[in-house]
């Protein structure tokens, strides 16, 4: 029987993964919003040159993840499916470039364990189902690191040394740069001066080596960071640094967070692949033929968490990066498990236990707390806004529960059979039972939760589209009103003041949404020149008079 080829079964299953049920929730705020709208608003436009929001310069991101989705909605509509193919496709690609290096580095059999962490781990695999820029970001900076790390892996091996690595570093590195900015370049330069006070041998780059990468990246950035300046002077980019140092030494509105926020997120999010990144300090390091790629995973692992530690603005994926290194280096850990050259910690067999409960629970009480929802609203008897949410009115199935209780079941039998050191059935049941999960959570949990926060105020954004009106939020900040309702460049009033659109002589149809919360106050203030059309599920829906 003829073998199958690797690449087209990743390809297939990945496909299946990453593709399917991607448009069965709406855009999440603020980021996938926010993206999509950017998007759809060069196509509005015809400027693809330059990012925007509500039609005004938009200096926080560079466009290249903005003409991915440009192209996707392009070929298949201004919707959900095409805002979020974009990354489907870059989960796809990024887990045939794991094989590849993976295959590359070590032998088949660890390409595809690397393969199956990465995509049985849980915030790589909702990554991939989402329409925010890091995925692409964070291939781009991997693939700087890995061929830098070839470059430089000729230093200790017979390897020859070509010039091609070092430009391919340069051209990933550029194009990260080009996806969300400075940080890209940030963190492999980052890595690679780590790794150089790490490294038992001085490997390094000659000065030549270090001018030429540089000047590569740079080139790549000028893609459009230059094609910028030279049309439209230097606002613009002076306007993207600013804030990008504003983010690093503030808080960002609603992105605060205690000090090892990332820690605790990686070591939840990435179940099961972060616990075992810890091994005993026996033989991977001598059975590695490619120790400086090592290395620079273990350098760009503390360089993530050092900086997005020290980093006031604490956002979930400002340490997505590590998702990569995290997988790589469970990998080698599973791959000397199986090859006998040690045994896995008996804390670590807990840690895999008592983290993957805590997910079983969560996965059953959502559909538990679904069916019995006033449960909830003695928690939040406080909080109007959360009580009427609850409101919504959402069919939560009692079968929903077995998913849970199926996903306990095989953390269970997974613990028992890395106790028995069965390293390979433990490692396959919890993982695909990982990946099955989290099917579940985004095709059937999360449309469900999204019905509970902002499907009341989405539901009425989309009877405006097509309708010459202003319609804004009002008291929160939300991006939905431009994406749900399609505002078109005319929609946009000349004035950027919202006291004109709640005062002023309005020439169109004017809607506002505001949170339940804020109504009163909204009223005392605007009553006389505001209708109450009607309230849903904590929202209230104005119109001027």
């Not at 990012?51 to 996707?72: A, D, G, H, R």
């Not at 805002?83 to 580095?105: D, Q, Y």
């Amino acid at each position: 029987m003829k073998r199958i080829n690797p690449y087209l079964l990743i390809f297939f299953i990945a496909a299946i993964m990453f593709t399917h049920s991607l448009g069965n929730v709406s855009l999440f705020d603020w980021d996938e919003i926010n993206f999509a709208e950017s998007a759809r608003e060069m196509i509005e436009t015809g400027n693809y040159m330059r990012v925007q929001i509500n039609y005004e310069p938009f200096w926080e991101k560079p466009p290249l993840f903005f003409w991915m989705q440009v192209t996707s909605m392009q070929l298949f509509g201004v919707n959900e499916w095409a805002a979020r193919l974009p990354n489907a496709l870059c989960g796809i690609a990024t887990l045939l470039v794991l094989f590849a290096i993976g295959k590359r580095l070590q032998n088949e059999r660890f390409a595809y364990w690397w393969v199956l962490l990465y995509a049985g781990t849980f915030l790589p695999h909702l990554y991939f189902k989402s329409g925010i820029i890091d995925p692409w970001f964070n291939l781009f900076i991997f693939l700087g690191i890995y061929f830098l790390s070839r470059y430089l892996q000729p230093l200790v091996s017979t390897d020859k040394q070509e010039k091609k690595h070092l430009y391919f570093s340069a051209l990933f590195t550029g194009l990260s740069v080009l996806t969300k900015g400075p940080v890209g370049l940030l963190v492999v330069v980052l890595t690679y001066v780590l790794f150089f006070f790490l490294a038992k041998r001085r490997l390094r780059l000659t000065f030549a080596d270090i001018i030429k990468w540089g000047i590569g990246v740079v080139l790549v950035a000028m893609i459009w960071f230059g094609l910028e300046i030279l049309q439209h002077g230097w606002w613009f980019v002076e306007e993207f640094v600013r804030y990008q140092i504003r983010l690093a030494k503030t808080k960002d509105a609603g992105h605060g967070g205690f000090f090892l926020y990332h820690f605790v997120v990686l070591l939840i999010g990435c179940f099961p692949a972060s616990w075992l990144i810890f091994k005993p300090k026996t033989s991977i390091e001598k059975n590695d033929s490619y120790p400086v790629f090592r290395m620079m995973m273990i350098s760009s692992l503390i360089v993530i968490l050092v900086v997005f530690t020290l980093v006031r603005t604490k956002i979930v994926h400002y340490s997505s990066f590590a998702y990569l290194p995290i997988g790589y280096l469970a990998a080698q850990t599973m791959d000397g498990l199986m090859a006998g050259r040690f045994r896995m910690h008996g804390w670590q067999r807990w840690a895999l236990l008592l983290t993957g409960i805590v997910w079983a629970l969560l996965f059953i009480a959502l559909p538990l707390l679904g069916n019995h929802i006033d449960w909830l609203k003695p928690l939040l008897k406080n909080d109007a806004f959360a009580l009427a949410n609850l409101e919504a009115d959402v069919e939560w199935k009692k079968i929903f529960i077995l998913p849970g209780l199926l996903f306990a079941f095989s953390v269970i039998e997974s613990f028992i059979l890395f106790k028995q050191h069965r390293y390979q059935q433990a490692l396959a049941l919890l993982l695909i039972s990982c990946a099955l999960s989290m099917q579940v959570l985004l095709t059937v949990f999360v449309p469900r939760i999204e019905k509970y926060s902002q499907h009341a105020a989405i539901e009425f954004y989309k009877t405006l589209q097509g309708k010459d009106v202003y319609v804004r939020s009002l008291g929160f900040k939300s991006y939905a009103p431009y994406f749900y309702s399609r505002v078109k460049p005319g929609q946009r009033p000349e004035s950027k003041d919202m006291e004109w659109l709640l005062c002023g002589p309005v020439d169109k149809p004017t809607y506002f949404v505001s949170k339940i919360t804020r109504k009163e106050k909204i009223l005392e203030e605007h009553g006389e020149r505001l209708i109450v059309l009607y309230e849903k599920n904590g929202f209230v829906f104005y119109q001027r008079k």
